[in-house]
């Protein structure tokens, strides 16, 4: 394969001499070294990386270059001793991560290699990257689009996903109509339609593997299962005025998946958690109004039985097909960010509304509400959170509000015998300019946890200050700490079983050279979910040292 | 324009159509078939009675019993993680040191998990496997590789003295080299103690195959033969005395579990087991 791409590099640099046309490089840098520092009292340890291996890195160099049409993009991805895989793992391995070419010929527009997409929302299809939780959902394929004319474009594709450095066995394949039309004598009223299909078919390797999971299971729980499952969607933005109203309505047919609440029986009794067979929706719609410094929006999403994947039989983050959108407000800060909800793909009904106004020139103000829960009406989260943005001149700027959570920790982090958390977060964010150049900015945030038989919630209360000094354009330093300082359930302890209040310290430095950036940073971090767009999962504890480069050129 | 977009629509939802409306030939699971082996495959289950799981995991070990019956030992082990009495409801503490090194020297991410044979497989990321629906393939993989090994028991119990006698005999089925181990342990059965089971405590949970002694030297077990050689008989025997009865330690639900490991600089694959009652049945 990399011969492969030599060679069309080479002809394409032929192509540049002949045509005399400029070609453009284009590409990225991104690194992150880390040394593992055991510490046993905080949970980071008894992985590789703190018991032999000590140090750990991941790189990823993009490259694309364009010239008469083509455009040829290969990413080189490094994983060495790295925990981003599964952070209870090591793995090493390096190579291509990515490659692609692609032609635009008149309308028609080609592509071959790892192709990223998406149709609608991404609800039956959503090829993407997130790099902090290793995600790649690239297609290994071709696609192909058209532009029927200003208004419409048409697109298929085909493929299997990639897997690492290989790919899944399963095919997925796809197609897109998408358009914009504009009506009314002022056009005022713009629609945005498009209708998306995508089938996936299993491979022999997977079914074998799933028929040796069902031989296992009593005939009451048994089905037979076929090699395609397809899906369908149907979406639109409909834009009058100050209203947008994007709506999208998504099926999928019968699909094998794990329910993990599902009961299955066996010859010495029954337990939870099997494979089922069954068809699955998603009913999304958002509703935003924005005129005269007030904004709202409200949506709503009713997702059944949606889990697609290129095998069923994979788990947590492996193999996903589509993309549900998260429907709770995307915090910033340490502690606001503490407890974040999972899209649920088999069950959930959710709601959010967020209005925004600003009072004056110099004052907005904000509040969030959403609500997530099962078709039993039994709590997954719920969230309320306020922002008031005071200015003032130039000099310096509040910002302050306060977050109320509720957390289903059993739901989403797979946890057992733990309450629903509770947690009050108040925050205050100020920075301060001193002049064009120098500027310092201080956060506080302080997290009250509720309390079941005595003891608090999951690790507590925390309390969290930054202070970040920056001399622009280069350089910012930072100094943080999270204090345990109301130790809860899962909070660590000495000896005698007593709980502790541990400080989770962290310094960092910052070095910014025209599109060049480096940090140094020393960590001490609490185990906690990361999510990437409602996508997320348990970090177990960190401590070390990290090093980070980006770049863009 | 205007029938070139129709021509898409109809395209994409004839070919939807098309696609989803094949009568697809359905895949019916075959009926499970016992394997014909005297090959005996060893389950050690990692569990714990204030693991809300586990219940699901002990389910699944003693279906496998039954469904592969005389072909798979289970062995329950209450080693370390999540096995801590529950506090106000257990009666009593299944943990012992050598329980715990046991569980301590097998990596796996949650519980219940299980090791099955002590193999690492390729397809699993660790030794302990935490996903119960794969357990059965495992298992099956397992029987499916050649016998090397037969073994052979017999043993006296005075019920007296509480004291047993344990001779284990190893008849090798093909020439294999390499260093072998032996693990005598005692499970016990039916012992009803508090168990969390979800959001519950299960008060009269029954545990089964509960590991409640090793009695070789080493949790690991002692050498028992190097290089097996067709032919050739190799004898060991143990002597242990049970401890008094407390509510538990009811000879009646003692079990004798013996293994052989083939012992290799990172892995202990267990190559055949066999079990029988303390007391006959």
């Known amino acids: 394969m990399i011969r492969f791409f030599l060679t069309i590099i080479s002809l394409l640099t032929i192509v540049q001499v002949y045509s005399q046309s400029q070609g453009r490089l284009s590409g990225g840098f991104q690194a992150r070294a880390n040394v593992f520092l055991r510490d046993s009292l905080i949970g980071a340890d008894e992985i590789p990386q703190y018991d032999n291996e000590f140090a750990g890195a991941e790189a990823w160099l993009d490259l694309a270059y364009s010239v008469s049409g083509f455009t040829v993009g290969v990413r080189f991805d490094l994983f060495n001793n790295s925990n981003l895989l599964n952070p209870n793992l090591s793995y090493t391995a390096q190579g291509l991560g990515r490659y692609y070419l692609s032609k635009d010929v008149g309308k028609l527009s080609l592509t071959a290699g790892h192709i990223y997409d998406q149709i609608g929302s991404g609800i039956i299809y959503r090829a993407y990257e997130a790099r902090p939780q290793l995600i790649d959902t690239a297609l290994l394929g071709v696609r192909g689009s058209y532009r029927l004319n200003e208004n419409w474009s048409f697109k298929a594709f085909t493929g299997r996903q990639r897997n690492l450095f290989s790919t899944f066995t399963p095919t997925v394949k796809g197609a897109n109509l998408e358009g914009f039309l504009q009506l009314g004598e002022e056009k005022k009223i713009s629609l945005a339609p498009g209708i998306g299909f995508v089938n996936r078919t299993l491979s022999d390797e997977v079914v074998g593997n799933i028929v040796g999971i069902l031989t296992g299971y009593q005939e009451v729980d048994r089905f037979a299962l076929e090699y395609n499952t397809y899906a369908a969607t149907v979406y639109n933005t409909l834009n009058v005025g100050p209203f947008v109203w994007y709506t999208e309505a998504a099926y999928k047919s019968d699909d094998v998946f794990f329910d993990a609440l599902a009961t299955r029986t066996d010859l010495a009794g029954s337990s939870l958690g099997k494979f089922v067979r069954d068809s699955g929706t998603v009913f999304y719609n958002s509703i935003s109004y924005a005129k005269n410094g007030l904004g709202i929006t409200l949506e709503g999403k009713r997702t059944e039985k949606f889990n697609f994947r290129v095998d069923p039989t994979l788990m947590l983050n492996q193999g996903l097909i589509n993309f549900i959108p998260p429907m709770n407000r995307e915090n910033t800060y340490r502690l606001t960010t503490r407890y974040q909800p999972a899209t649920q793909d088999l069950e959930e009904l959710a709601f959010q509304a967020d209005i925004q106004y600003r009072i004056k020139k110099n004052l907005s103000a904000g509040i969030n509400i959403s609500n997530i829960t099962d078709f039993d009406n039994n709590l997954l989260y719920r969230e309320l959170y306020t922002e008031v943005v005071y200015k003032y001149e130039r000099k310096w700027q509040l910002t302050s509000g306060v977050q109320v959570q509720r957390y289903n920790q059993e739901v989403y982090e797979a946890k057992s015998d733990v309450p629903i958390v509770e947690t009050v977060v108040p925050y205050a964010d100020f920075l301060y300019k001193f002049d064009r150049k120098k500027s310092i900015r201080a956060e506080v945030q302080y997290m009250h946890t509720g309390e079941k038989d005595g003891v608090k919630h999951d690790f507590g209360d925390w309390v969290f200050a930054q202070v970040e000094f920056s001399l622009a354009p280069h350089w910012s330093f930072v100094v943080a700490d999270m204090y345990n300082s109301g130790p809860g359930k899962e909070s660590p302890t000495d000896e005698n079983g007593n709980l502790l209040k541990l400080h989770y310290p962290r310094f960092d430095v910052f070095y910014v050279n025209n599109s060049n950036r480096y940090s140094l940073s020393y960590i001490k971090q609490v185990e906690g979910v990361i999510c990437t767009g409602g996508i997320c999962r348990l970090e177990p504890a960190f401590s070390g040292v990290r090093f980070e480069i980006s770049s863009v050129f | 324009m ?42 050690e289950e990692m569990t714990g009675v204030s693991c809300q799981g586990c219940p699901n995991g002990s389910t699944k070990l003693q279906s496998l019993i039954q469904l592969f019956e005389g072909n798979v030992i289970g062995i329950g082990v209450h080693g ?119 959001p519950d405590i299960q008060d009269d949970y029954e545990h089964m195959h509960v590991l409640r002694a090793v009695l070789t030297e080493s949790a690991f077990g002692d050498n028992f033969d190097t290089d097996l050689e067709v032919g050739e008989m190799i004898s060991r025997t143990f002597t242990y005395t049970l401890p008094p009865f407390d509510g538990t330690w009811v000879e009646d639900n003692i079990e004798v579990v013996a293994f052989v490991s083939r012992v290799e600089a990172n892995s202990e694959e267990i190559i055949q087991g066999t079990q029988f009652h303390l007391v006959e049945q």
């Open chain 2, 2 to 43: 205007k029938n070139g977009l129709l021509t898409i629509v109809i395209g994409i939802v004839l070919a939807a159509m098309m696609l989803t409306s094949c009568d697809e030939k359905e895949i019916t699971i075959p009926a499970f078939v016992p394997p014909d082996t005297e090959r005996v495959v060893v389950i």
């Open chain 2, 80 to 198: 370390d993680f999540l096995c801590e009495p529950v506090s106000g409801h257990s009666q009593y503490d299944f943990r012992f040191d050598k329980a715990k090194e046991i569980e301590n020297s097998f990596f796996f991410i949650g519980k219940p998990a299980a090791i099955i044979n002590r193999q690492k497989f390729s397809d699993q990321d660790f030794i302990g496997i935490t996903n119960v629906d794969a357990w059965q393939q495992y298992v099956e993989r397992e029987l499916e590789k050649p016998q090397l090994l037969t073994l052979g028991h017999s043993h006296e119990y005075d019920s007296d003295t509480r004291t047993v006698e344990i001779e284990i005999t190893g008849f090798p089925e093909q020439n294999v080299e390499g260093t072998f181990n032996i693990t005598v342990q005692l499970l016990e059965n039916h012992i009803i103690d508090a168990q969390k089971n979800g």
